[in-house]
């Protein structure tokens, strides 16, 4: 049995997607399927339920995953356990979008020059979908927004840096903060997400009943409209808003309590100590040279 059609079967068990997992794979869908069906063939029964776009397993994968996952864990670490510094292999990093444009661009350079047998596998997505990836031990390390919520003590968080939510408009718009929200249309940051709740407490605390346009949870898109004058709205100020915000006119609000914190979150794997601590190493600098900035 061939451990890379094991590893296919995981992601799509995690993606919910022939398709996504090909992506992540970077495979084509056709050889994603042929890697199931040549595995539904060997155990002799049914691992998927397709339905449209989707791939949901069955009941007899759900029994086997524990086993697959721990069998393809293993398979990794005995790569890793020929390698005496423990430095070489793959490590899987989950990433909120705009870690992805702000700090991610610096520690993968570093990560290249340093450690040249390293594989890193970036996945972006969003907090709570990483969180759970990470918990899945789907993903080795991730950086998302604090989670609303104490963590298990398997898991070791690390703050990075802290990003001040903050009032952004077409740069003509002359009303106040205030006077914007109550009478502009306003392009809402998803409120489900962690980071969105903190602009809806804004909102709350300020007793402003907004003129809704939409809702959803993609910081560039919000941007995108605001800089179309499609309306206003309340998001972090990270880093790299600034390179995508001209035309916008951008306001901090004050008070600690309207800021999200951005972790580094790892979960202990066998084989990838090392790795990790480089990796966590690699970024906790990176992330001192972007508070310095």
Same mark, same amino acid.
């Given at each position: ?161 802290? @990003?001040? +939510?903050?009032?952004?408009? *077409? #740069? %003509?718009?002359?009303?106040?903060? &205030? /006077? ?92 990838? @100590?090392? +790795?990790?601590?480089?990796? *966590? #190493? %690699?970024?906790?600098?990176?992330? &001192? /040279?972007?508070?310095?900035?």
């Amino acid at each position: 049995m061939d451990i890379r059609f094991l590893s296919s079967l995981l992601e799509v068990v995690n993606t919910g997607s022939i398709a996504a997992a090909a992506r992540n794979q970077m495979l084509t869908s056709a050889a994603v399927s042929q890697r199931i069906k040549a595995l539904e063939q060997s155990l002799g029964c049914p691992l998927l339920n397709r339905s449209g776009h989707s791939a949901k397993p069955t009941e007899a994968c759900l029994r086997l995953l524990p086993r697959l996952k721990h069998l393809v864990a293993e398979t990794q670490a005995l790569q890793n356990d020929l390698d005496q510094t423990g430095l070489t292999g793959d490590l899987k990093v989950g990433a909120v979008s705009t870690a992805l444009t702000g700090i991610m661009p610096s520690v993968i350079k570093q990560l290249t020059a340093h450690l040249p047998d390293l594989n890193l596998q970036i996945s972006p997505g969003t907090s709570a979908n990483l969180y759970q990836q990470l918990l899945d031990k789907s993903l080795d390390v991730i950086i998302i927004v604090k989670p609303p919520f104490v963590c298990p003590k398997y898991l070791q968080t690390s703050t990075l840096y802290t @990003e001040q +939510l903050g009032f952004i408009s *077409s #740069d %003509t718009n002359t009303l106040s903060i &205030k /006077e914007s929200l109550l009478n502009l249309p306003y392009i809402q940051y998803d409120r489900s997400a962690w980071g969105g709740a903190i602009a809806d407490s804004y909102l709350l605390d300020c007793d402003i009943a907004a003129n809704t346009l939409c809702e959803l949870d993609a910081l560039e898109s919000i941007v995108l409209m605001v800089k179309r004058n499609m309306g206003v709205s309340l998001v972090p100020i990270w880093q790299g808003l600034e390179e995508v915000a001209n035309n916008i006119k951008i306001q901090p609000i004050s008070g600690k309590e309207y800021q999200r914190h951005i972790q580094l979150i790892t979960h202990r794997q066998v084989g990838k @100590e090392r +790795l990790i601590e480089a990796f *966590s #190493d %690699t970024v906790m600098k990176a992330s &001192k /040279e972007l508070i310095k900035d």
